[in-house]
């Protein structure tokens, strides 16, 4: 499995507007004419004895109907090192992924799809298109994924992510824990600003309570 393979399926959703949207608006207030999101830049800042490092930033380009298309990940150099396209069937169903890091000349992929208890799926595959990690999404009752359990190509648990969100649909808060149970970090999020479309266009991340970084989106719209 290539070194940011695992990182790549987590892509799939935790850098995806949507994920934190849940699909939806984050404000639904019925007096804004509500436009559709075209592109998400985010940069992400450290914040390290007075000083604001760049660390990376994304992408991320929406059809007119909300649909994620593809994902850039900018490393802290500013380049290109990870480009990642969204895979549909027909009916506009996410059915999976593909993915260049840099260096490529074919791509990773990644599948999605239903398990038995109607929970979405989401799989990185290997050159063999067999399943080298995989999580299952479970989601509240807005849509939102609250929880993220993590397995390998055995099937063996290997952790989890879980998310916390507020009444407009942001994450507020998250962490991972691995398979022995050990909590790492506990990120939060204080939301600075938001466009007139009431989406958040700066926070703070903080982990363990201590400020880290300033994150900081500027989001167009389709016309």
């Given at each position: 499995m290539k070194k940011i393979s695992f990182i790549a399926i987590v892509l799939i959703t935790l850098t995806s507007c949507n994920?934190?949207?849940?699909?939806?608006?984050?404000?639904?207030?019925?007096?804004?004419?509500?436009?559709?999101?075209?592109?998400?830049?985010?940069?992400?800042?450290?914040?390290?004895?007075?000083?604001?490092?760049?660390?990376?930033?994304?992408?991320?380009?929406?059809d007119k109907n909300g649909n994620s298309i593809d994902i850039y990940w900018i490393g802290q150099e500013k380049d290109t090192i990870l480009r990642f396209?969204?895979?549909?069937?027909?009916?506009m169903k996410l059915v999976g992924a593909e993915y260049y890091e840099q260096g490529d000349t074919e791509p990773s992929r990644d599948t999605v799809y239903i398990n038995s208890?109607?929970?979405?799926?989401?799989?990185?595959?290997?050159?063999?298109?067999?399943?080298?990690?995989?999580?299952?999404?479970?989601?509240?009752?807005?849509?939102?994924?609250?929880?993220?359990?993590?397995?390998?190509?055995?099937?063996?648990?290997r952790g989890l992510d879980s998310l916390f969100f507020d009444n407009q649909n942001r994450v507020i808060k998250g962490?991972?824990?691995?398979?022995?149970?050990?909590?790492?970090?506990?990120?939060?999020?204080?939301?600075?600003?938001s466009d007139d479309q009431g989406n958040w266009t700066e926070?703070?991340?903080?982990?363990?309570?201590?400020?880290?970084?300033?994150?900081?989106?500027?989001i167009t719209y389709h016309e």
């Open positions: 994920d934190e949207r849940g699909n939806k608006k984050e404000v639904d207030d019925k007096s804004i004419n509500q436009l559709e999101i075209a592109k998400i830049k985010e940069e992400n800042f450290d914040l390290r004895n007075d000083s604001i490092i760049f660390n990376s930033a994304t992408i991320e380009n929406f396209y969204r895979k549909y069937d027909n009916q208890n109607g929970l979405k799926v989401e799989a990185s595959l290997n050159s063999e298109n067999q399943i080298s990690w995989k999580f299952t999404e479970t989601t509240d009752e807005n849509g939102n994924p609250v929880l993220k359990t993590y397995e390998n190509g055995k099937g063996e648990y962490f991972y824990k691995n398979y022995k149970g050990k909590k790492y970090s506990t990120k939060t999020y204080e939301y600075l600003k926070r703070k991340m903080f982990k363990n309570d201590t400020l880290s970084q300033r994150q900081i989106r500027t």
